[in-house]
Structure formats: structure tokens, C-alpha cells
């Protein structure tokens, strides 16, 4: 009978770890690996911002260099460009109709 108390201990154990394991794998995993990717992307974002200030201040450089005139036309051509970009962008939204309510 004493052996029988054992195996009911080490299984009532095994049953229990396997129940804790399984509760953490449903909850902290799925948060750690929430905050891992918000951390990440949020760090992506900051280095995509820097880079982009960074290349920008290279590009009014450089046509700066190139363009044996004054910066005003450094800036026309690189708010042309920036403009047409953006009226691209717009024709190619989603037009949804409106609901009338």
C-alpha cells in the first residue's frame, strides 16, 4: 500500500506540472512574445524615422551640391517630387461610398 502512495503522489505531480506548463504556454508565452514584437517594431519605427531624416537631409545636400543655384530650387524639386508622389498615393486610395445615415 505504501508503494501505491507514491505513484498517486508522482502522478498527482506529473498532472500538476503538466497543468502549470500548459496554463504559462497559453498566457506568458503569447505576452512575451506580444512584447517582443511591439518592442521590435517600435525600435524598427525609430530607426525608419532616423534614416529617413537622415536621407533626406542627404538628398537636399547633395542636390544642393549638384544645382549651381540657390536652395529654394533644391527644395521646388524635392517638393515636386514629394508632391507627386503623394497625389500617386491618393488616386490609388479605396473609394468607399459613404452611408447615408
Same mark, same amino acid.
Given at each position: 500500500?505504501?508503494?501505491?502512495?507514491?505513484?498517486?503522489?508522482?502522478?498527482?505531480?506529473?498532472?500538476?506540472?503538466?497543468?502549470?506548463?500548459?496554463?504559462?504556454?497559453?498566457?506568458?508565452?503569447?505576452?512575451?512574445?506580444?512584447?517582443?514584437?511591439?518592442?521590435?517594431?517600435?525600435?524598427?519605427?525609430?530607426?525608419? /524615422?532616423? !534614416?529617413?531624416?537622415? =536621407?533626406?537631409?542627404?538628398?537636399?545636400?547633395?542636390?544642393? @551640391?549638384?544645382? *549651381?543655384? #540657390?536652395?529654394?530650387?533644391?527644395?521646388?524639386? /524635392?517638393? !515636386?517630387?514629394?508632391? =507627386?508622389?503623394?497625389?500617386?498615393?491618393?488616386?490609388?486610395? @479605396?473609394?468607399? *461610398?459613404? #452611408?447615408?445615415?
Amino acid at each position: 500500500m505504501a508503494g501505491d502512495e507514491g505513484d498517486w503522489a508522482k502522478e498527482t505531480a506529473g498532472k500538476l506540472e503538466e497543468l502549470v506548463e500548459k496554463v504559462r504556454s497559453q498566457t506568458t508565452d503569447r505576452l512575451v512574445s506580444i512584447a517582443r514584437i511591439l518592442v521590435f517594431g517600435l525600435l524598427a519605427a525609430i530607426m525608419g /524615422l532616423m !534614416a529617413a531624416v537622415l =536621407g533626406m537631409a542627404a538628398a537636399v545636400h547633395f542636390l544642393d @551640391d549638384m544645382i *549651381p543655384q #540657390e536652395v529654394w530650387l533644391t527644395y521646388l524639386i /524635392l517638393g !515636386a517630387i514629394f508632391t =507627386g508622389v503623394g497625389l500617386f498615393l491618393w488616386s490609388k486610395k @479605396d473609394h468607399r *461610398p459613404t #452611408e447615408a445615415h
